[in-house]
T-cell receptor, first 112, second 112 residues
Framework: DTEVTQTPKHLVMGMTNKKSLKCEQHMGHRAMYWYKQKAKKPPELMFVYSYEKLSINESVPSRFSPECPNSSLLNLHLHALQPEDSALYLC???????????FGPGTRLTVL | QKEVEQDPGPLSVPEGAIVSLNCTYSNSAFQYFMWYRQYSRKGPELLMYTYSSGNKEDGRFTAQVDKSSKYISLFIRDSQPSDSATYLCAMSISSNTGKLIFGQGTTLQVKP
């Protein structure tokens, strides 16, 4: 299995909602990443987990809360988002941090 | 000056043309050089990568790295309409935290 999967594919939420994005990989990778991508821009790194521990937080607002329950799973909990948070949220994984990263298909998030 | 510069295009070519996509960079510590292909509303797909310097060929695709000039290229031979996508160059320092530095992406359209 050489895939990174993400659910849901699409998500529409109000500013007062709480929702979660999920990411899964079964490649035995020990580093996992969350990125945010706006239209016609490259992905922007949000968080890095290495061996299930948060190693990088790129000064992301606290309304985004990552969680790594185990080495295969990565969640992004969303609360009180703003319309400008609407974007494609991408998960990626790599064998270890600093190695080649493989991306999932993304979750397209719309905040109303 | 950005760490990685990439002409955003758009680039439009006829089917069968040879396409050259390029990035320049300023950080001589970069060791991994990657090209991702991203179709509209999808996640980036790792297309080619090289470690350190030199050339790598895979079918119709050739990736080149010239560390002395801080310049990388992706060549696509016999381009097909299915190659129409955004191509992102990305670089990293393997001993670092795993942060990828992306170019802005070049949008390519191959016309039948």
């Amino acid at each position: 299995d050489t895939e990174v999967t993400q659910t849901p594919k699409h998500l529409v939420m109000g500013m007062t909602n709480k929702k979660s994005l999920k990411c899964e990989q079964h490649m035995g990778h020990r580093a996992m990443y969350w990125y945010k991508q706006k239209a016609k821009k490259p992905p922007e790194l949000m968080f890095v987990y290495s061996y299930e521990k948060l190693s990088i937080n790129e000064s992301v607002p606290s309304r985004f809360s990552p969680e790594c329950p185990n080495s295969s799973l990565l969640n992004l909990h969303l609360h009180a988002l703003q319309p400008e948070d609407s974007a494609l949220y991408l998960c990626a994984s790599s064998h270890s941090h600093g190695e080649l990263q493989f991306f999932g298909p993304g979750t397209r998030l719309t905040v109303l | 000056q950005k760490e990685v510069e990439q002409d955003p295009g758009p680039l439009s070519v006829p089917e069968g043309a040879i396409v050259s996509l390029n990035c320049t960079y300023s950080n001589s510590a970069f060791q991994y050089f990657m090209w991702y292909r991203q179709y509209s509303r999808k996640g980036p797909e790792l297309l080619m990568y090289t470690y350190s310097s030199g050339n790598k060929e895979d079918g119709r695709f050739t990736a080149q790295v010239d560390k002395s000039s801080k310049y990388i290229s992706l060549f696509i031979r016999d381009s097909q309409p299915s190659d129409s996508a955004t191509y992102l160059c990305a670089m990293s320092i393997s001993s670092n935290t795993g942060k990828l530095i992306f170019g802005q992406g070049t949008t390519l359209q191959v016309k039948p």
